[in-house]
Nanobody, 119 residues
Framework: QVQLVESGGGLVQPGGSLRLSCAASGIIVSFYTMGWYRQAPGKQRELVADITSSGSTNYADSVKGRFTISRDNAKNTVYLQMNSLKPEDTAVYYC?????????????WGQGTQVTVSS
């Protein structure tokens, strides 16, 4: 059974930092493209950042230079370091793991963690 468990969310002031963690079980994260998505109230879920099995990273324009995605293969965990947080970063953040093997697509989601940026 695959589980992605996010942690590290919370309330932070504008300009502050948080580090989100996504601990995986039932999969090996280095075999997957691991991503962080977020969904704000009334908005669609959007990709924040992802990291491929080869280590290539991709970021939404709105977070470039502020957020960093990384992976610890030994801990089977993916992180999202968020700096210089803005109120518009407020959302539920979700961890995602996806992979295509031959014609089969694998796609898993965590339960989400709330990030609130407010003074």
């Amino acid at each position: 059974q695959v589980q992605l468990v996010e942690s590290g969310g919370g309330l932070v002031q504008p300009g502050g930092s948080l580090r989100l963690s996504c601990a995986a079980s039932g999969i090996i994260v280095s075999f997957y493209t691991m991503g962080w998505y977020r969904q704000a109230p009334g908005k669609q879920r959007e990709l924040v950042a992802d990291i491929t099995s080869s280590g290539s990273t991709n970021y939404a324009d709105s977070v470039k230079g502020r957020f960093t995605i990384s992976r610890d293969n030994a801990k089977n965990t993916v992180y999202l370091q968020m700096n210089s947080l803005k109120p518009e970063d407020t959302a539920v953040y979700y961890c995602n793991a996806r992979r295509v093997v031959l014609t089969r697509q694998y796609d898993y989601w965590g339960q989400g963690t709330q990030v609130t940026v407010s003074s």
